[in-house]
């Protein structure tokens, strides 16, 4: 790659992620009742540029959230 011909170093990319997998965050407390799921099925659509987290969408309540508390499953991806 050229960046690493210019910068004589390997890149990192252990942070990403295939597009469209499934994933599985965490829900609080606060966003559930006692015999509700903790963790909701969701869609990797990419990385916030923002905060250290990943953009998700929701297809149920058509939602795009932000979080860091993701399990992914790369094998699965949304259809």
């Not at 997998?21 to 963790?39: E, F, M, W």
């Not at 905060?51 to 699965?76: A, H, M, N, Q, W």
């Amino acid at each position: 790659m050229p960046q690493e011909a210019w910068s004589g170093r390997n890149l990192e990319v252990g942070h990403l992620r295939v597009f469209g997998s499934i994933a599985y965050t965490h829900v609080p407390k606060q966003g559930r009742t006692k015999l509700d799921n903790r963790c909701a099925e969701i869609v990797l659509i990419g990385d916030d540029s923002r905060t250290k987290g990943y953009k998700l969408y929701d297809p149920c309540s058509d939602k795009i959230t932000v979080s860091r508390d993701v399990d992914f499953d790369e094998e699965r991806t949304w259809e």
